[in-house]
């Protein structure tokens, strides 16, 4: 059976990856981005080729009303939701003690609680069905921290402890909860480093490389297929060894 998936913040990087991948296994598409670009809607032509289907909705994952005309959307259009892939994030790049109260809240309310909305909104339809999985993009940084990403990584290591929490509270309802951490991707999220700096972080890197969008999507890909069947509360971090 075709699956009904969400991903949030689709528009590019890993999101466009995590959609294009699961466009190409003829899946019923629900993306969620503050706004699409012609990438994205390069992907109707190829999901249609492999007889899926891409529904595009606008929104804000801070806020509870988009988040309930995405799943609203998702339902009317396909009754059920299978998969939910928790993408939508933003960077910040501030010493500490220039971090506002703004920036702080910003950050934790886009990664953070974008998360939790979005996950509160599908749970009780995958509950009810006793099926369902939920793939929350995290980071490595919210596991081991880095200077100057403060509000960063404390929003992705509350990705994390969400995930855990969730995943053991909703494993018996049928509902699998996982989180992928990536380490450095190369997306326009490295951007808002200089090259130079990108240069020296790469050459720390035991593969010497950055990671492509498609390495992390092969790897929600996999968490909400057959082959994550038995994972609960998983933290998959693909990171190059950034990180081990
Ligand atoms: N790239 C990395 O090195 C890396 C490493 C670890 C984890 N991650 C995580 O991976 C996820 C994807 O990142 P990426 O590298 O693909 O970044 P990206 O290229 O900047 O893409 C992020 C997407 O999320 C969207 N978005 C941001 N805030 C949103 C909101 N409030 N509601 C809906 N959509 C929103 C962005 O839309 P706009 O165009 O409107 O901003 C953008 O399309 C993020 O959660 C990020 O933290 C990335």
Redesign the pocket.
Known sequence: MKRVIIV?????????AVARRFAATGDLLVL????FGDEAAEIVEQAKSCGGDVAFVT????RVE?VATLVTMAMDRHGRIDVLVN?????LSKATVDTSAEDWARVIG??LT?TWNCLHAVLPGMIARRSGRIIN?????GLIGFATYAA?CAS?GGVIALTKAVAKEVAPHGVLVNSV??????????KYDTVEYNDETREQIPLRR??Q?DE?AAMVEFLAGPGGSYMVGQIVSPNGGTAI
């Not at 969620?32 to 706004?35: A, F, I, L, T, V």
């Not at 993408?87 to 960077?91: F, S």
């Open positions: 949030t913040g689709a528009g590019r990087g890993i999101g466009l969620n981005d503050r706004q929104g804000d994952v801070s988009d993408n939508a994030g933003v960077l886009i990664n974008g993009v995290s980071s490595e940084l960063y992705k951490a990536p380490g450095p991707i190369e997306t326009d999220m490295l950055f990671g969008p992390i």
